[in-house]
């Protein structure tokens, strides 16, 4: 018995008791939540053969294309005579491509055609593209060859028009490849991440509306995962095999629909699947009469739901509709901007990479410092390439914020300071005013019961201040003062918020500090230690804000903005940084696929700059953590964002 079916087997149990379940009816709710509901008495499809003397049996594979799309194919098809492109009747458009292929989708890209199936003469995926202006196939390309048998394989079309192509292999791995971007194929494919999937995943199925990859588990049932490849993975039950569910049988194939999924069984029964806002909602299954060994499954979405189901018996299409059904609503996708570099990522695996400061070179902006914190070990100094230049292997640092004109040993300095976790205290850096070197001061220990975010300010008299938290609500505002070329902290104000905060940041010229309690909201307060801690509302985590709320910056000009990561929704808000607090926008970092640079999610710490650092960065620059390497799957890192762009995104004033 596999894994995965003792996983389930544990599982199950507990789902069913926890849910209740009663009699099913037909589109009976099938809860995330709870184990879905049983099997109900199926009623005859209507089903005719299509018929076409091309291309000649057997064949593997199947595709439907869009109705209307410019290269004029209705579907294509893949086996031991190759690849065929056909019309509505069945017509050859082309002259089939050689091979033995198996597996296929195929998408329309601009006025071409781009398919993917798996060349079983090399075992790897071949990428073919038919232009229709020429009427012939461009030049083939393969992915390289997998280390597992791939079983199936599908595109995903994202929001923004990134084409992706899903590889999935019957050990439980699999691949996901970026492709295209605005109708192009890309000159070299780039591997976004590596997938971990059920040992027994058999077949897939995208619904690009709904931004999700179904799989079908053998004797198991169907899953449903995130498409995006900036999500972390995490699955969700869509059906289950009887008696813990209403499959019958192991699916034989998958298709999306205009609502959600369908799926065939060995025994000839169809079932279709809807999305709700909280799990699925099954019709009633429906059997293929005639159909002897329903083997895959097909279909297009428009007025009509069409399918073709393919029967290994007597190698025969079978046609059918269905309704339509109703397009899921969704949200407006966010406008997205490219980072133009990353920084090499941080030593550590796993939630390692946390908050990045700036370091402005006084005398040659360009030559700037980024600092980075590795809260596994330690941090890390990078150029404006991304370059890592130092790594202060000082122990698990969470927070770090600089402030210059500190003065040390009665010299002027800039320092550092970070939330040290494992010493429980403020860990301090001095920085070199003319080579960036940073090198360590020791620490001040807090009567925090774990310290956690930090922030620094700077009062108008020039004294230097460390504000840090711990995770009951706890902030600690200390004053910082040479010691005789060591620094020393005095403790000037103490205020609190109810639950969790972590990021906060200070506005200098303003005299004002934000600071964000993560499931509540972002407030304000005044930075100076005389004033009261009274907490004012800047905005609250509802709506455009979404929990946790994480990293807060400042961009300084003559209109500031305070930038907020929006961790729930891998998004930033931009704001105006003085009352009423108007929300200009939000934005979220997508793929640079020129530089080869992913796009940003679970960002915890950011860091903005309105210095001119020079060439794309003239307006300054926004550097946050990535909480998610892709593009190659890795260990986490900083991006960096000219901010022209977000500016120009977001047409700010």
């Known amino acids: 018995m596999r894994l995965t079916l003792l996983i389930a087997g544990a599982l199950l149990p507990a789902c069913l008791a926890l849910s209740g379940c009663g009699d099913n009816d037909a589109a009976q709710p099938l809860s995330s939540a709870a184990a879905p509901a049983q099997?109900?008495?199926?009623?005859?499809?209507?089903?005719?053969?299509?018929?076409?003397?091309?291309?000649?049996?057997?064949?593997?594979?199947?595709?439907?294309?869009?109705?209307?799309?410019?290269?004029?194919?209705?579907?294509v098809a893949v086996g031991a005579s190759g690849l065929w492109l056909l019309n509505a009747a069945g017509d050859a458009v082309s002259q089939p491509y050689q091979g033995r292929f198996s597996a296929l989708d195929a998408r329309p890209l601009g006025d071409n055609i781009l398919s993917a199936t798996l060349d079983e003469v090399r075992?790897?995926?071949?990428?073919?593209?038919?232009?229709?202006?020429?009427?012939?196939?461009?030049?083939?390309?393969?992915?390289?060859?997998?280390?597992?048998?791939?079983?199936?394989?599908?595109?995903?079309?994202?929001?923004?028009?990134?084409?992706?192509?899903?590889?999935?292999?019957?050990?439980?791995?699999?691949?996901?490849?970026?492709?295209?971007?605005?109708?192009?194929?890309?000159?070299?494919?780039?591997?976004?991440?590596?997938?971990?999937?059920?040992?027994?995943?058999?077949?897939?199925?995208?619904?690009?509306?709904?931004?999700?990859?179904?799989?079908?588990?053998?004797?198991?049932?169907?899953?449903?995962?995130?498409?995006?490849?900036?999500?972390?993975?995490?699955?969700?039950?869509?059906?289950?095999?009887?008696?813990?569910?209403?499959?019958?049988?192991?699916?034989q194939g998958l298709a999306a629909s205009t609502d959600g999924v369908l799926a065939v069984d060995g025994n000839a029964a169809l079932y279709r699947y809807r999305a709700l806002a909280d799990g699925w909602a099954a019709d009633s299954a429906l059997t293929l009469p005639a159909v002897q060994a329903a083997e895959r499954l097909y279909s297009r979405s428009g007025a009509a739901l069409e399918l073709?189901?393919?029967?290994?018996?007597?190698?025969?299409?079978?046609?059918?509709?269905?309704?339509?059904?109703?397009?899921?609503?969704?949200?407006?996708?966010?406008?997205?901007?490219?980072?133009?570099?990353?920084?090499?990522?941080?030593?550590?695996?796993?939630?390692?990479?946390?908050?990045?400061?700036?370091?402005?070179?006084?005398?040659?902006?360009?030559?700037?410092?980024?600092?980075?914190?590795?809260?596994?070990?330690?941090?890390?100094?990078?150029?404006?390439?991304?370059?890592?230049?130092?790594?202060?292997?000082?122990?698990?640092?969470?927070?770090?914020?600089?402030?210059?004109?500190?003065?040390?040993?009665?010299?002027?300095?800039?320092?550092?300071?970070?939330?040290?976790?494992?010493?429980n205290s403020l860990e301090l850096f001095a920085i070199d005013p003319v080579n960036g070197e940073v090198t360590g001061l020791g620490g001040i220990a807090l009567p925090l019961d774990d310290i956690y975010g930090l922030c620094m300010a700077k009062g108008p008299r020039g004294d230097i201040y460390a504000i840090a938290n711990d995770k009951s609500g706890r902030f600690l505002q200390y004053r910082l003062e040479d010691d005789q070329g060591s620094v020393k902290g005095s403790l000037v104000r103490e205020f609190s918020t109810q639950t969790q905060p972590e990021g906060?940041?200070?506005?200098?010229?303003?005299?004002?500090?934000?600071?964000?309690?993560?499931?509540?909201?972002?407030?304000?307060?005044?930075?100076?230690?005389?004033?009261?801690g009274e907490l004012v509302e800047v905005i609250r985590a509802e709506g455009p804000l979404h929990a946790d709320v994480e990293g807060l910056a400042v961009y300084q000009a003559e209109q500031p903005y305070l930038v907020i990561s929006s961790q729930g929704n891998d998004s930033y808000l931009v704001l105006d940084a003085e009352p009423p607090y108007q929300l200009r926008g939000a934005f979220r970092i997508g793929i640079n696929t020129a530089a080869g640079i992913d796009g940003v999610s679970e960002t915890d710490g950011l860091e903005v700059s309105s210095v001119d650092f020079g060439g794309i960065w003239a307006s300054g620059m926004l550097v946050v953590q990535d909480g998610r390497k892709r593009m190659p799957q890795g260990r986490q890192n900083f991006k960096l964002v000219a901010w022209e762009q977000i500016a120009d995104a977001l047409k700010l004033p």
Request: charged share 20%; glycine share 8%.
């Open 308 to 423: 073709l189901i393919a029967d290994a018996t007597d190698q025969a299409l079978r046609m059918a509709e269905l309704p339509g059904g109703d397009s899921p609503t969704t949200a407006a996708a966010l406008v997205e901007v490219p980072a133009q570099a990353q920084t090499t990522p941080v030593p550590h695996g796993g939630d390692a990479a946390d908050d990045p400061a700036i370091w402005v070179n006084p005398v040659d902006a360009s030559q700037s410092r980024i600092l980075g914190t590795d809260k596994r070990g330690g941090l890390g100094v990078y150029d404006l390439t991304g370059e890592q230049l130092q790594y202060l292997p000082v122990g698990r640092i969470n927070n770090v914020d600089v402030r210059s004109g500190f003065t040390l040993a009665g010299k002027p300095a800039d320092i550092a300071v970070a939330s040290n976790r494992d010493t």
């Open 123 to 251: 075992d790897q995926t071949l990428l073919l593209n038919w232009n229709s202006a020429q009427r012939a196939f461009t030049k083939p390309s393969w992915l390289p060859a997998a280390n597992y048998p791939i079983e199936s394989l599908c595109f995903y079309r994202d929001p923004h028009d990134y084409l992706y192509l899903f590889l999935i292999g019957e050990e439980g791995l699999g691949q996901q490849w970026l492709l295209a971007e605005q109708q192009q194929q890309l000159t070299e494919p780039r591997l976004m991440r590596d997938l971990h999937l059920p040992v027994g995943a058999k077949y897939c199925a995208v619904n690009d509306a709904l931004q999700t990859l179904f799989i079908s588990e053998e004797d198991i049932g169907i899953w449903a995962y995130p498409a995006n490849p900036e999500t972390n993975g995490e699955r969700e039950m869509v059906d289950l095999l009887t008696p813990y569910g209403q499959l019958q049988d192991s699916p």
């Open 39 to 75: 099997a109900t008495s199926a009623t005859n499809l209507s089903l005719s053969i299509w018929s076409s003397e091309q291309p000649p049996r057997p064949v593997d594979s199947w595709a439907l294309l869009p109705k209307g799309n410019n290269a004029k194919v209705d579907r």
């Open 504 to 532: 906060c940041v200070a506005d200098d010229a303003r005299q004002r500090l934000f600071i964000g309690e993560e499931g509540v909201a972002v407030w304000a307060l005044s930075s100076d230690p005389a004033a009261s």
